[in-house]
Protein backbone atom coordinates (compact mmCIF):
# COMPACT_ATOMS: atom_id res chain seq x y z
CA UNK A 1 0.00 0.00 0.00
CA UNK A 2 2.76 2.51 0.94
CA UNK A 3 4.38 0.99 -2.51
CA UNK A 4 1.71 1.77 -4.73
CA UNK A 5 1.34 5.56 -2.48
CA UNK A 6 4.51 6.30 -3.57
CA UNK A 7 4.64 5.27 -7.03
CA UNK A 8 1.03 7.60 -7.23
CA UNK A 9 2.82 10.53 -5.98
CA UNK A 10 5.75 9.95 -8.49
CA UNK A 11 3.42 9.12 -11.35
CA UNK A 12 1.93 12.91 -10.46
CA UNK A 13 5.00 14.38 -10.41
CA UNK A 14 6.26 13.75 -13.35
CA UNK A 15 3.15 14.34 -14.74
CA UNK A 16 2.99 17.65 -13.50
CA UNK A 17 7.09 18.20 -14.58
CA UNK A 18 5.95 16.89 -17.95
CA UNK A 19 3.44 19.29 -18.14
CA UNK A 20 5.11 21.94 -17.11
CA UNK A 21 8.00 21.83 -19.02
CA UNK A 22 5.77 21.43 -21.89
CA UNK A 23 4.45 24.73 -21.46
CA UNK A 24 7.86 26.20 -20.68
CA UNK A 25 8.89 24.75 -24.30
CA UNK A 26 5.92 26.13 -26.11
CA UNK A 27 6.03 29.41 -24.23
CA UNK A 28 9.97 29.76 -25.61
CA UNK A 29 9.14 28.63 -28.63
CA UNK A 30 6.49 31.37 -28.53
CA UNK A 31 9.29 33.77 -27.65
CA UNK A 32 11.84 32.61 -30.26
CA UNK A 33 9.13 33.30 -32.95
CA UNK A 34 8.19 36.87 -31.37
CA UNK A 35 12.08 37.76 -31.74
CA UNK A 36 12.09 36.63 -35.33
CA UNK A 37 9.45 38.64 -36.38
CA UNK A 38 11.38 41.63 -34.30
CA UNK A 39 14.46 40.82 -36.36
CA UNK A 40 12.35 40.43 -39.48
CA UNK A 41 10.82 44.12 -38.92
CA UNK A 42 13.97 45.50 -37.85
CA UNK A 43 15.78 44.20 -41.09
CA UNK A 44 13.40 45.09 -43.50
CA UNK A 45 13.31 48.99 -41.88
CA UNK A 46 17.06 49.31 -41.78
CA UNK A 47 16.86 48.42 -45.52
CA UNK A 48 13.33 49.63 -46.75
CA UNK A 49 14.28 53.25 -44.77
CA UNK A 50 17.35 54.30 -46.50
CA UNK A 51 15.58 53.26 -49.84
CA UNK A 52 12.47 55.15 -49.49
CA UNK A 53 14.29 57.90 -48.54
CA UNK A 54 16.60 57.52 -51.50
CA UNK A 55 13.84 57.33 -53.91
CA UNK A 56 11.80 60.36 -52.36
CA UNK A 57 14.52 62.12 -52.52
CA UNK A 58 15.30 61.43 -56.88
CA UNK A 59 11.65 61.92 -57.02
CA UNK A 60 11.38 65.80 -55.27
CA UNK A 61 15.01 66.84 -55.50
CA UNK A 62 16.42 65.04 -58.65
CA UNK A 63 19.82 64.14 -58.47
CA UNK A 64 21.75 67.41 -60.33
CA UNK A 65 21.49 69.71 -57.14
CA UNK A 66 20.58 72.93 -59.47
CA UNK A 67 18.28 73.79 -56.69
CA UNK A 68 20.75 74.18 -54.33
CA UNK A 69 22.49 76.50 -56.30
CA UNK A 70 22.85 79.50 -54.22
CA UNK A 71 25.98 81.42 -55.12
CA UNK A 72 23.13 84.12 -57.14
CA UNK A 73 21.46 84.49 -53.92
CA UNK A 74 24.95 85.21 -52.07
CA UNK A 75 26.14 87.59 -55.19
CA UNK A 76 22.78 89.29 -54.96
CA UNK A 77 22.50 89.96 -51.03
CA UNK A 78 26.42 91.09 -51.35
CA UNK A 79 25.81 93.49 -53.69
CA UNK A 80 22.63 94.79 -52.34
CA UNK A 81 20.47 93.31 -55.16
CA UNK A 82 18.61 91.49 -52.83
CA UNK A 83 17.28 92.69 -49.33
CA UNK A 84 16.95 89.90 -46.53
CA UNK A 85 13.75 90.67 -44.50
CA UNK A 86 15.50 87.92 -42.42
CA UNK A 87 18.79 86.25 -41.52
CA UNK A 88 18.99 83.59 -44.39
CA UNK A 89 20.28 80.41 -43.35
CA UNK A 90 23.51 78.86 -45.32
CA UNK A 91 25.28 75.69 -45.38
CA UNK A 92 28.24 75.50 -42.78
CA UNK A 93 31.08 75.03 -45.73
CA UNK A 94 30.55 76.55 -49.00
CA UNK A 95 27.92 73.87 -51.38
CA UNK A 96 30.37 72.93 -53.81
CA UNK A 97 29.97 72.92 -57.39
CA UNK A 98 27.64 76.25 -57.11
CA UNK A 99 30.48 78.38 -55.35
CA UNK A 100 33.31 78.96 -57.54
CA UNK A 101 35.86 81.67 -56.69
CA UNK A 102 38.19 81.83 -59.95
CA UNK A 103 40.27 84.28 -58.23
CA UNK A 104 40.82 81.70 -55.89
CA UNK A 105 41.93 79.02 -57.84
CA UNK A 106 44.07 76.82 -56.44
CA UNK A 107 44.74 78.70 -52.83
CA UNK A 108 46.67 77.04 -50.52
CA UNK A 109 44.33 75.87 -46.73
CA UNK A 110 43.83 79.22 -45.93
CA UNK A 111 45.29 78.34 -42.21
CA UNK A 112 49.02 78.60 -44.14
CA UNK A 113 50.44 82.03 -43.99
CA UNK A 114 51.32 82.28 -47.44
CA UNK A 115 47.82 81.99 -48.11
CA UNK A 116 47.15 85.48 -47.54
CA UNK A 117 45.86 87.44 -50.10
CA UNK A 118 45.53 91.30 -50.22
CA UNK A 119 42.17 93.34 -50.34
CA UNK A 120 43.94 94.08 -54.32
CA UNK A 121 43.94 90.61 -54.93
CA UNK A 122 47.93 89.74 -54.45
CA UNK A 123 49.23 87.19 -52.61
CA UNK A 124 51.20 88.43 -49.91
CA UNK A 125 53.97 86.18 -48.81
CA UNK A 126 55.37 82.64 -49.85
CA UNK A 127 56.22 81.62 -53.54
CA UNK A 128 52.93 83.22 -54.70
CA UNK A 129 53.48 87.14 -54.43
CA UNK A 130 53.68 88.65 -57.80
CA UNK A 131 56.59 90.49 -58.81
CA UNK A 132 57.44 93.39 -61.69
CA UNK A 133 59.26 92.19 -65.12
CA UNK A 134 62.27 93.17 -64.94
CA UNK A 135 62.75 94.55 -68.09
CA UNK A 136 58.60 95.86 -69.24
CA UNK A 137 57.97 96.76 -65.33
CA UNK A 138 54.78 94.64 -66.52
CA UNK A 139 52.82 93.66 -63.78
CA UNK A 140 49.50 91.42 -63.57
CA UNK A 141 46.18 92.70 -63.35
CA UNK A 142 44.66 92.73 -59.48
CA UNK A 143 41.25 89.97 -59.62
CA UNK A 144 40.24 91.06 -55.55
CA UNK A 145 38.76 88.05 -53.80
CA UNK A 146 34.55 88.53 -53.58
CA UNK A 147 33.36 87.43 -50.21
CA UNK A 148 30.05 86.58 -50.59
CA UNK A 149 27.06 86.95 -47.94
CA UNK A 150 27.32 84.28 -45.16
CA UNK A 151 30.94 83.58 -46.02
CA UNK A 152 34.17 84.05 -43.59
CA UNK A 153 36.63 86.74 -44.46
CA UNK A 154 38.89 86.59 -47.13
CA UNK A 155 41.93 85.71 -44.79
CA UNK A 156 39.91 83.80 -42.21
CA UNK A 157 41.75 80.58 -41.07
CA UNK A 158 38.37 78.19 -41.63
CA UNK A 159 37.82 79.93 -45.31
CA UNK A 160 38.87 77.13 -46.97
CA UNK A 161 40.30 74.95 -44.33
CA UNK A 162 41.71 72.37 -47.31
CA UNK A 163 42.41 74.76 -50.10
CA UNK A 164 40.43 75.16 -53.37
CA UNK A 165 40.74 73.13 -56.86
CA UNK A 166 41.33 74.94 -60.17
CA UNK A 167 37.97 76.66 -60.08
CA UNK A 168 38.16 78.24 -56.81
CA UNK A 169 35.61 75.48 -55.37
CA UNK A 170 36.40 74.87 -51.66
CA UNK A 171 37.86 71.35 -51.49
CA UNK A 172 36.82 70.52 -48.00
CA UNK A 173 33.27 70.34 -49.42
CA UNK A 174 34.01 68.41 -52.66
CA UNK A 175 35.89 65.63 -50.87
CA UNK A 176 33.12 65.25 -48.24
CA UNK A 177 31.29 65.05 -51.53
CA UNK A 178 33.73 62.76 -53.34
CA UNK A 179 33.50 60.60 -50.06
CA UNK A 180 29.97 59.89 -50.60
CA UNK A 181 30.76 58.25 -54.11
CA UNK A 182 33.53 56.40 -53.01
CA UNK A 183 31.91 54.58 -49.94
CA UNK A 184 28.87 53.74 -52.41
CA UNK A 185 31.06 52.27 -54.72
CA UNK A 186 32.69 50.08 -51.99
CA UNK A 187 29.89 49.72 -49.61
CA UNK A 188 27.73 48.28 -53.27
CA UNK A 189 30.48 46.58 -54.85
CA UNK A 190 31.16 44.21 -51.93
CA UNK A 191 27.29 43.55 -51.40
CA UNK A 192 26.61 42.58 -54.79
CA UNK A 193 29.74 40.49 -54.86
CA UNK A 194 29.25 38.47 -51.63
CA UNK A 195 25.73 37.79 -53.15
CA UNK A 196 27.32 36.51 -56.39
CA UNK A 197 29.60 34.52 -54.19
CA UNK A 198 27.49 33.15 -51.88
CA UNK A 199 25.17 31.77 -54.31
CA UNK A 200 27.65 30.14 -56.94
CA UNK A 201 29.06 28.57 -53.70
CA UNK A 202 26.53 26.77 -52.20
CA UNK A 203 26.03 25.51 -55.43
CA UNK A 204 29.34 24.19 -56.04
CA UNK A 205 29.68 22.99 -52.15
CA UNK A 206 26.21 21.19 -52.01
CA UNK A 207 25.52 19.53 -54.67
CA UNK A 208 29.34 18.66 -55.51
CA UNK A 209 30.42 16.37 -58.82
CA UNK A 210 30.67 18.09 -61.81
CA UNK A 211 29.10 20.73 -60.85
CA UNK A 212 31.86 21.84 -58.49
CA UNK A 213 34.01 20.41 -60.80
CA UNK A 214 32.53 22.80 -63.55
CA UNK A 215 32.49 25.69 -60.82
CA UNK A 216 35.58 25.82 -59.90
CA UNK A 217 37.43 25.27 -62.78
CA UNK A 218 35.82 28.58 -63.76
CA UNK A 219 37.16 30.41 -60.47
CA UNK A 220 40.19 29.52 -61.50
CA UNK A 221 40.50 30.61 -65.30
CA UNK A 222 38.88 34.15 -63.61
CA UNK A 223 41.65 34.23 -61.25
CA UNK A 224 44.41 33.76 -63.53
CA UNK A 225 43.53 36.86 -65.22
CA UNK A 226 44.67 39.71 -63.60
CA UNK A 227 41.06 41.38 -61.91
CA UNK A 228 42.25 45.09 -62.30
CA UNK A 229 43.55 44.54 -66.04
CA UNK A 230 40.42 43.14 -66.54
CA UNK A 231 38.37 46.04 -64.49
CA UNK A 232 40.24 48.82 -66.65
CA UNK A 233 39.83 46.87 -70.17
CA UNK A 234 35.51 46.78 -68.97
CA UNK A 235 35.85 50.69 -68.19
CA UNK A 236 38.26 51.43 -71.27
CA UNK A 237 34.70 50.08 -73.66
CA UNK A 238 32.09 50.99 -72.04
CA UNK A 239 30.24 54.33 -72.74
CA UNK A 240 29.52 56.87 -69.99
CA UNK A 241 27.10 58.30 -71.85
CA UNK A 242 25.29 55.43 -71.80
CA UNK A 243 25.94 53.82 -68.15
CA UNK A 244 26.63 55.91 -65.74
CA UNK A 245 30.73 54.96 -64.40
CA UNK A 246 29.47 54.54 -61.28
CA UNK A 247 27.37 51.76 -61.76
CA UNK A 248 30.02 50.46 -64.25
CA UNK A 249 32.57 50.53 -61.77
CA UNK A 250 30.15 48.20 -59.12
CA UNK A 251 28.79 46.25 -61.58
CA UNK A 252 32.53 45.18 -62.85
CA UNK A 253 34.08 45.19 -59.64
CA UNK A 254 31.64 42.20 -58.63
CA UNK A 255 31.94 40.57 -61.74
CA UNK A 256 35.86 40.19 -60.99
CA UNK A 257 36.11 40.04 -57.23
CA UNK A 258 33.29 37.46 -56.34
CA UNK A 259 35.80 34.26 -56.70
CA UNK A 260 36.98 34.60 -53.16
CA UNK A 261 33.83 34.39 -51.61
CA UNK A 262 32.35 31.75 -53.49
CA UNK A 263 36.06 29.48 -52.31
CA UNK A 264 34.95 30.75 -48.75
CA UNK A 265 31.29 29.71 -49.19
CA UNK A 266 32.21 26.50 -51.10
CA UNK A 267 34.66 25.22 -47.93
CA UNK A 268 31.80 25.95 -45.25
CA UNK A 269 29.29 23.60 -47.44
CA UNK A 270 32.17 21.02 -47.79
CA UNK A 271 32.34 21.34 -44.34
CA UNK A 272 28.87 20.83 -43.10
CA UNK A 273 26.81 19.03 -45.82
CA UNK A 274 27.12 15.91 -43.97
CA UNK A 275 26.11 17.12 -40.88
CA UNK A 276 23.16 15.63 -38.95
CA UNK A 277 21.32 18.75 -39.15
CA UNK A 278 21.35 18.45 -43.26
CA UNK A 279 21.08 14.86 -43.35
CA UNK A 280 17.88 15.37 -41.22
CA UNK A 281 16.18 18.21 -43.71
CA UNK A 282 17.10 15.46 -46.26
CA UNK A 283 15.08 12.75 -44.83
CA UNK A 284 11.64 15.30 -44.17
CA UNK A 285 11.93 15.74 -47.96
CA UNK A 286 13.04 19.40 -48.14
CA UNK A 287 13.97 21.04 -51.13
CA UNK A 288 17.71 21.87 -51.79
CA UNK A 289 16.77 25.57 -51.94
CA UNK A 290 15.12 25.35 -48.77
CA UNK A 291 18.39 23.25 -47.43
CA UNK A 292 20.90 25.62 -48.40
CA UNK A 293 19.62 28.94 -47.47
CA UNK A 294 17.89 28.48 -44.51
CA UNK A 295 19.95 25.51 -42.45
CA UNK A 296 23.27 25.49 -44.20
CA UNK A 297 23.68 29.07 -44.73
CA UNK A 298 23.36 31.05 -42.22
CA UNK A 299 25.70 28.69 -40.27
CA UNK A 300 28.38 29.46 -43.26
CA UNK A 301 27.91 33.09 -42.71
CA UNK A 302 30.80 33.92 -40.24
CA UNK A 303 33.37 34.30 -42.70
CA UNK A 304 31.36 35.38 -45.72
CA UNK A 305 30.96 38.58 -42.98
CA UNK A 306 34.74 38.77 -42.72
CA UNK A 307 35.20 38.79 -46.39
CA UNK A 308 32.66 41.51 -46.68
CA UNK A 309 34.19 43.40 -44.78
CA UNK A 310 37.40 43.41 -46.18
CA UNK A 311 35.70 43.98 -49.81
CA UNK A 312 34.59 47.69 -49.01
CA UNK A 313 38.12 48.83 -48.54
CA UNK A 314 39.08 46.43 -51.36
CA UNK A 315 36.52 48.56 -53.33
CA UNK A 316 37.15 51.82 -52.62
CA UNK A 317 40.59 51.69 -53.57
CA UNK A 318 39.71 49.93 -57.01
CA UNK A 319 37.89 52.68 -57.58
CA UNK A 320 40.18 55.30 -56.43
CA UNK A 321 42.97 53.84 -58.78
CA UNK A 322 40.42 53.55 -61.53
CA UNK A 323 39.56 57.49 -61.16
CA UNK A 324 42.65 58.40 -60.64
CA UNK A 325 43.67 57.04 -64.48
CA UNK A 326 40.82 58.40 -66.02
CA UNK A 327 38.52 55.12 -66.11
CA UNK A 328 35.90 56.07 -63.58
CA UNK A 329 34.68 59.26 -62.22
CA UNK A 330 35.58 62.15 -64.21
CA UNK A 331 35.28 66.11 -63.73
CA UNK A 332 32.48 67.92 -63.11
CA UNK A 333 32.27 64.25 -60.49
CA UNK A 334 34.09 63.55 -57.59
CA UNK A 335 35.62 60.88 -55.72
CA UNK A 336 38.63 60.61 -53.69
CA UNK A 337 40.91 59.26 -56.69
CA UNK A 338 39.30 61.48 -59.20
CA UNK A 339 40.14 64.60 -56.75
CA UNK A 340 43.85 63.24 -56.13
CA UNK A 341 44.04 63.50 -60.36
CA UNK A 342 42.78 67.12 -60.50
CA UNK A 343 46.54 68.22 -59.90
CA UNK A 344 49.89 66.43 -59.74
CA UNK A 345 51.88 69.56 -59.11
CA UNK A 346 54.07 69.43 -56.03
CA UNK A 347 52.70 72.79 -55.24
CA UNK A 348 49.28 71.73 -54.86
CA UNK A 349 50.63 69.72 -52.08
CA UNK A 350 46.83 69.68 -50.86
CA UNK A 351 45.02 68.43 -53.95
CA UNK A 352 47.17 64.75 -53.72
CA UNK A 353 47.54 64.70 -49.58
CA UNK A 354 44.04 64.98 -48.38
CA UNK A 355 42.00 62.81 -50.30
CA UNK A 356 44.77 60.27 -50.16
CA UNK A 357 44.71 60.82 -45.90
CA UNK A 358 40.69 60.60 -46.56
CA UNK A 359 41.33 56.96 -48.20
CA UNK A 360 44.27 55.38 -45.66
CA UNK A 361 41.87 56.45 -42.66
CA UNK A 362 38.58 54.53 -44.72
CA UNK A 363 40.55 51.63 -45.97
CA UNK A 364 42.61 51.37 -42.05
CA UNK A 365 39.22 51.26 -40.79
CA UNK A 366 37.57 48.71 -42.78
CA UNK A 367 40.33 46.18 -42.28
CA UNK A 368 40.19 46.93 -38.64
CA UNK A 369 36.58 45.72 -38.63
CA UNK A 370 36.79 42.70 -40.61
CA UNK A 371 39.64 41.35 -37.85
CA UNK A 372 37.55 42.80 -35.05
CA UNK A 373 34.65 40.47 -36.77
CA UNK A 374 36.89 37.89 -37.57
CA UNK A 375 37.93 37.78 -33.73
CA UNK A 376 34.55 38.30 -32.64
CA UNK A 377 33.12 35.26 -34.96
CA UNK A 378 35.68 32.83 -34.86
CA UNK A 379 35.12 30.21 -32.07
CA UNK A 380 38.65 29.39 -31.62
CA UNK A 381 39.82 33.13 -31.41
CA UNK A 382 37.76 33.12 -27.90
CA UNK A 383 39.03 32.18 -25.01
Given at each position: MIV???RDADTG????SGSTWTSRRLLLAGDRERIRKARRLKLAASLGLPLAFTLLWMGVIGTGGSQFDV???KA???SGEIVATSEPVFPLLSYGYAEIHSEESFRPPTWKSYSEISEEGYYVRGYRVPEADPVTGFMPDPTPTEVRYGEPERNAAMRHAMGTDESGRDFLVRLI??????LSVGI?????LTLIGVVIGAMAGYFGGWTDVVIMRGIEILQSIPAFFLILVAMAFTDPEKVEP?????IVIALVRWTGVARLVRGEFLRMRESEFVLAANALGFSSRRTIFRHVLPNALSPVIVSGAFSVAAGILTESAISFLGFGISHPGASWGALVNESRSPEHWWIQIFPGIAIFITVTCYNLAGDALRDALDPKMKD
Amino acid sequence: MIVRTLRDADTGDRKVSGSTWTSRRLLLAGDRERIRKARRLKLAASLGLPLAFTLLWMGVIGTGGSQFDVAPYKAGLTSGEIVATSEPVFPLLSYGYAEIHSEESFRPPTWKSYSEISEEGYYVRGYRVPEADPVTGFMPDPTPTEVRYGEPERNAAMRHAMGTDESGRDFLVRLIWGGRVSLSVGIMSAALLTLIGVVIGAMAGYFGGWTDVVIMRGIEILQSIPAFFLILVAMAFTDPEKVEPIFMIVIVIALVRWTGVARLVRGEFLRMRESEFVLAANALGFSSRRTIFRHVLPNALSPVIVSGAFSVAAGILTESAISFLGFGISHPGASWGALVNESRSPEHWWIQIFPGIAIFITVTCYNLAGDALRDALDPKMKD
